[in-house]
């Protein structure tokens, strides 16, 4: 384990920054002090005012009081740019990125290499260089493509490459693996290290523990918008950690109740799409909850899409509650009863202009309607009852989503799906992004869900989660469907031969 130099003095400090947002006090007398070639993990539950503490340090929102030194001088970090001059980037939790550009116009906005006639950019440069950095993340990505179209992980890798090709001092990573591949996590980690040689700080937050154990050298945690303690990583286990955060002892992480197990909801036979999927036969019944593992890239979300009538299939046959059905489009299977929470919340799953209380009940207004007229108390209980429910931090029902922290942005799209009352929910990554103590009243949720009799398809990569809260468990390889494993009989181990391409045991 590495660790930074023995008492090297701070190259950034924050002190007793404050910051209210209408009805929020994000942050309250918030001290941070972070080393020269020292990782800092930020960590803290949804809303705990982990971003809000980095935006501030970036320039990009104004703090209400406070101080920021950089080497022990104050200093005025008003806007991005100022930021920038002083050597912090941000990486942020929400992309930043243009999307109409490609991957290097994006890596060098606002400095592109000049040419020597004036006015025009030195574009074989800019490629050559972009190109450069996004080979050494070791990322399969040409500098060229418009970041439209990429995948989230690249559009990552994107905003990853733009924050560090620059030479800066201080580094913030909000949240930079919730989307990448272990492949692609461990050339970030690799990064980080070279970072850290260099003498950069680098402040990281995320909510997977273990990635602070490995990759951090000091941890603050933060809690309701105040700095509860800063200590050395060596000094501290995963249980003091949760504990600073939660403020409480969390006892049953993972609350899987079985529920009676009725009839198929959906059945897919030799279902399948040219380079994508291949012969996918299985089925989901009443009350189960049927986990999909597998590495990225195995097929899980092409499978989720394909349901949902996302994508096109070309062979095979689907049947919901017995009946053979043919969904073209997404509205098609929200009309079959069929919910699909996608992994990439923000961009699919969200009105970010509108009320938390509008983004919950959007799917579903025929509940509330009477003859066309909106029950407008109603709609306000529906949306208190999921903001409870799942400790949605807003100061009310009526906040715009686009002012929730991350995390409680996708309990919102949670909440939504949930409300829908599918008989068939297909959740992907239901809890990348969401704090150690939320987790469990998603997993609550779901077992309301199977205890009213919904079917639930939950692609997961967490491994405890999938063997958890699943009733059966299919481990999928290259777009087909490697082996089935009981809720009895699944292990890592096994999970992970399948998942890898071993074969399934006799
Ligand atoms: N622009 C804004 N307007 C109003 N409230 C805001 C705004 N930005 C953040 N907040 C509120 O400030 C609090 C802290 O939010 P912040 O985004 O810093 O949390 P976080 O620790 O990053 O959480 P997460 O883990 O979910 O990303 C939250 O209650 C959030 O709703
Ligand atoms: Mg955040």
Redesign the pocket.
């Known amino acids: 384990m590495s660790s930074a130099p023995v008492g090297s003095a701070p190259v950034l400090e924050m002190r007793h920054i404050t910051?209210t947002?209408?009805?929020?006090q994000?942050?309250q007398d918030v001290d941070l002090e972070v080393r020269a070639g020292e990782v800092h993990a930020l960590v803290?539950?949804?809303?705990?005012?982990?971003?809000?503490?980095?935006?501030i340090l970036a320039g990009a929102?104004p703090r209400d009081t406070g101080d920021i030194l950089l080497n022990g001088q104050p200093v005025h970090v008003d806007s991005p740019t100022q930021a920038m001059a002083l050597g912090i980037s941000i990486i942020y939790?929400e992309f930043n990125l243009v999307p109409y550009l490609n991957a290097a116009e994006n890596i060098f906005l606002g400095r592109e290499p000049r040419a020597a006639v004036p006015g025009f950019v030195d574009f074989g440069t800019m490629y050559r260089e972009s190109q450069a950095i996004i080979d050494r993340l070791g990322v399969k990505l040409d500098a060229r493509t418009p970041v439209n179209r990429l995948s989230v992980a690249q559009q990552q890798m994107v905003e990853i490459a733009k924050a560090t090709s620059r030479r800066s001092s201080i580094i913030i990573m909000?949240?930079p693996s919730a989307t990448l591949t272990d492949h692609e996590l461990r050339s970030l980690f690799n990064l980080i290290r070279q970072l850290k040689a260099d003498g950069v700080a680098v402040v990281y937050?995320s909510?997977r523990l273990e990635e602070i154990f490995e990759i951090c050298d000091r941890v603050t945690v933060?809690r309701d918008?105040k700095r509860i303690d800063t200590c050395d990583v060596n000094a501290v286990n995963r249980d003091d950690l949760i504990r600073m955060m939660v403020g409480r002892e969390l006892t049953q992480m993972i609350p899987k109740q079985v529920a009676p197990i009725g009839e198929p909801v959906l059945e897919l036979d030799g279902f399948g799409r040219t380079g994508a999927l291949t012969n996918i036969t299985l089925q989901v019944r009443q009350g189960e909850i049927l986990g999909i593992a597998g590495l990225v890239g195995a097929g899980r979300t092409e499978l989720a899409r394909a349901i949902f009538g996302a994508d096109p299939v070309d062979s095979g046959s689907m049947k919901i509650d017995g009946a053979a059905v043919h969904v073209r489009s997404p509205q098609d299977a929200i009309a079959l009863g069929i919910g699909l929470v996608t992994e990439d919340r923000k961009g699919q799953g969200l009105v970010l202009g509108m009320a938390v209380r509008e983004n919950i009940t959007l799917a579903n207004l025929r509940e509330l309607a009477t003859l066309n007229f909106i029950n407008g108390r109603a709609e306000r209980e529906v949306a208190r009852k999921y903001v409870d429910d799942l400790t949605i931090?807003?100061?009310s029902v009526e906040?715009?989503v686009?002012?929730?922290?991350?995390?409680?942005?996708?309990k919102v799209v949670l909440a939504k799906w949930l409300y829908t009352k599918s008989k068939l929910l297909i959740f992907d990554e239901p809890t990348r992004?969401i704090?150690v103590g939320a987790k469990t009243e998603i997993y609550q949720l779901m077992n309301e869900l199977t205890a009213r009799g919904a079917a639930v398809i939950m692609i997961s990569s967490e491994l405890p989660e999938v063997l958890g809260m699943s009733d059966r468990i299919l481990v999928m390889h290259e777009g087909r469907i490697a082996g089935e494993l009981s809720r009895a009989d699944a292990t890592q181990e096994k999970i992970m031969h399948l998942a890898t391409g071993g074969q399934a045991a006799a």
Request: aromatic share 2%.
């Open positions: 910051k947002f209408p009805g929020v994000a942050l803290g539950e949804n809303g705990a005012g982990k971003s809000t503490l980095m935006k929102q939790q909000d949240e937050i909510h933060m918008g931090r807003t100061p906040q715009t686009r002012n929730l922290s991350g995390g409680n942005q996708q992004g704090d």
